[in-house]
């Protein structure tokens, strides 16, 4: 299979994760979203949503939205699972990944930043404060729940990773580019800690991939 990926997408930090766990092998495709490849034709041809990732199987079929891809991921290789057995257990981890997804990184897309600046002329520090304005209020959300409820455990859900904790690292990752740290998120900062001291993580963020800028 194919994953179409640039180095600093965080949708794709939560599906390489996903596959890492899960021990599928696949090529990697890089979109440079920053030269803008993702509105060009041929990757429009694949998703005309301009976005990624896109995860497209040897059968030609092309799976998009992260979350949508990792649950496609968790169906066609059930182990490890990443959502809980209980109907209960699932709505609270498809719950916690969706303050992520559906909630926080959407704001903060390079299509609404630049949306931002051409239509509404913010500049760079007020789309910068826009950007940590949202990922903050997800971190804050995550930090009472999961501060607060009984399930969470060594991470998101209990003592195994679910998909909450691929959406919670990826979201983590995020506001620290946009230099927030985690300081007033000792729970979610526990659980981050945690999951990138594991290789599956560690190896999937966006400074470890091809393309990305040499640490120094
Ligand atoms: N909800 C989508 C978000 C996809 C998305 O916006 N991806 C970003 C990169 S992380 C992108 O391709 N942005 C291109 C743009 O905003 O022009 C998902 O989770 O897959």
Redesign the pocket.
């Known amino acids: 299979m194919k994953l179409y990926t640039?180095w600093r997408?965080?949708?794709?930090f939560?599906v390489r994760i996903a596959l890492n766990l899960k021990g599928v092998a696949y090529e990697q495709v890089s979109?440079d979203?920053d030269a803008g490849q993702?509105?060009k034709a041929d990757y429009k041809a694949i998703n005309p949503?301009?976005?990624?990732?896109s995860l497209v199987e040897d059968d030609g079929t092309v799976l998009?939205?992260?979350?949508a891809?990792m649950e496609y991921l968790n169906e066609v290789y059930p182990q490890p699972p990443l959502l809980p057995a209980d109907p209960k257990g699932r709505a609270r981890v498809r719950a916690l990944s969706l303050i992520t997804?559906a909630d926080s990184?959407?704001l903060i897309?390079?299509?609404?930043r630049?949306h931002l600046a051409a239509t509404f002329n913010l500049d760079d520090e007020g789309r910068m404060t826009w950007v940590r304005h949202w990922f903050a209020a997800g971190l804050d959300a995550y930090e009472t729940h999961l501060s607060r409820d009984q399930a969470t455990g060594t991470y998101c859900h209990g003592d195994r990773v679910t998909m909450a904790d691929l959406c919670l690292v990826s979201h983590a990752a995020g506001y620290r580019v946009f230099k927030g740290n985690l300081d007033k998120h000792p729970t979610v900062k526990r659980i981050v800690d945690t999951c990138m001291a594991d290789e599956r993580f560690a190896t999937a963020q966006p400074m470890r991939q091809p393309g990305a800028p040499k640490a120094h």
Not at 9 to 12: D, E, G
Not at 49 to 53: G, H, L, S, Y
Not at 64 to 67: A, D, E, T, V
């Open positions: 640039y997408s965080l949708a794709t939560r979109v979203l993702q509105s949503q301009m976005v990624i990732p998009y939205q992260s979350m891809i997804v990184h959407p897309v390079p299509r609404v630049n």
